[in-house]
C-alpha cells in the first residue's frame, strides 16, 4: 500500500538510488504503511549502536554486565573519531553512563567500550553481533564494527532496522525507556540528544540517528498514540533537519492511515444505503463546527445532492504538520495528474484540534475507478497517494482561496 504522503526524496535521483530507503510499520500487526527500497543495502552508520546496545541489554539480562560495573576504557577506546566522550585511556565508566553516551551522544569510544567489555575485542564483538543479527530475523545485515564508523562491509536494511528496533522493544522493554533521555550529563558536561523528534513529534519515545559522509542522515524512530505504535526508518537524508521532516510526514500520515486501517476492520458496512436523515452528520475537523458544514451543503443543493456526494471518492495525498505544505501538495497533485483531479474539490482536513494541527491534504468528488487510477498516475510520477473511500471521509473542511 502506498501512504497518503507526498513523498520527496531527500536526495538528488542519483544518489536516491544509492543512498535513500524509508519504512514505516505497525509495531503490533508488523503491516508495512510505507516502503521505498526498504531490502536494499545500506550503510548503517550510528544506527549499528541499536545492535551494539541491544547486545549491551542481552548480557545485562544474563548477569555477563551489571548497570553500576565500572567498565576499562582501552587505549584503541579512547583513540576513536568523535562523536565521543573523550574518556582517558586507563579510566573507567559505569555501564549505565555507557549506555546513555550510546542513546544520545552517540559516543564512538564508548561503543568500542561496550564491545572489548563482552566480546574481547571489537572485531570478535563485530561477528557476535551479526551472528545474533541474523538470528532475529536482520537477515540483510553485517557488522564490522560496534560504531557505525565507515567500513564498506558494514551494511543493513530498512526493514532489518525496523525488525531490530521492534526486538529491542519486545525484548528488553526494561530498557527500552533509556532510548526516550533527551539529554545525558557525565563528567560535568550535558549532552543533548541527536534524535530531535523527541519533543517536537507527538508520541516519540526513542530511538536512534546516524551520519557517516556515505551513508547520508539515518533515523530510525517509534511514536505511539493510543494504542497505536509506528515504527519509521529513514536512510539517505540529506541533512539532519530535511531527514526529521521526512520522518516527522511519513509518521504523521502513517497514524492517518492505520486510523483509517483500524476504523474499517471495526466498523461493518451498512446493509443497505443510509438515508440523509439518518446519517450521522459529517464530522468536522475544528470541534463545533458539524451543523455549520451541514447547513452550508444543504444551502447549496438539496438533500440528493449531499447524499450523492458522501457516495464519492477522493485521494489523500499529503499530511502535514503545517498547511502550507498541504496545499502545495493538493496543487502538485492536480499538475501531475491534471485529467482526472482537475475538477476535484480541494479539501484541507484539520485533525486533532485540541493538539499539534495534522493537515490532510484531500481531493475529493471522484469516482472509485477516478481515485484509483489518479493514485497509480501519481506513484509514476513519485507522488504518493492513496484511495479514500466514502466512509473514511470522515470530516472535511474546504480550502479557502
Known sequence: MALAVAVTAPLGAE????????????????????????????YPASLTKMMTLYMTFEALESGKLKLDQQLPVSRRAAGMPPSKLGIPAGKTIKVRDAIYA?????ANDIAVVLAEAQG?????????????????????????????????GQVSTARDMAQLAVRLMRDYPQYYDMFKVRSFTYGGRTYVNHNRLLGNLEGTDGIKTGYIRASGFNLVASAKRGQNRLIGVVFGGQSAASRDEHMMDLLEASFTEI??????????????????????????????????????????????DLAAARDLWGVQVGAFSQEGPARAALTSA?????????????FIERARPDQKPLYRARLLGLSEKEARRACETLKTKKMACVPVPPDAIVSVASLPN
Open 102 to 106: 550510546l542513546v544520545t551522544r552517540s
Open 120 to 152: 574481547g575485542t571489537e572485531i570478535k564483538f563485530a561477528q557476535m553481533m551479526t551472528e545474533r543479527a541474523n538470528k532475529i530475523g536482520m537477515k540483510n545485515t553485517s557488522f564490522r564494527n560496534a560504531s557505525g564508523l565507515p567500513n564498506s
Open 334 to 346: 492536480q499538475k501531475l495528474a491534471p485529467k482526472l483531479l482537475q475538477s476535484a474539490q480541494l
Open 259 to 304: 486510523d483509517q486501517i483500524r476504523v474499517a476492520s471495526a466498523v461493518p458496512l451498512p446493509s443497505r444505503k443510509p438515508r440523509l436523515d439518518d446519517t450521522p452528520p459529517v464530522a468536522m475537523a475544528d470541534a463545533g463546527t458539524t451543523k455549520l458544514a451541514e447547513e452550508e451543503a444543504l444551502a447549496q443543493g438539496d438533500a440528493s
Open 15 to 42: 544518489a536516491q538510488a544509492s543512498r535513500y530507503a524509508a519504512l514505516v510499520i505497525d509495531y503490533s500487526t508488523g503491516k508495512v504503511l510505507f516502503e521505498r527500497y526498504a531490502d536494499a543495502k545500506r
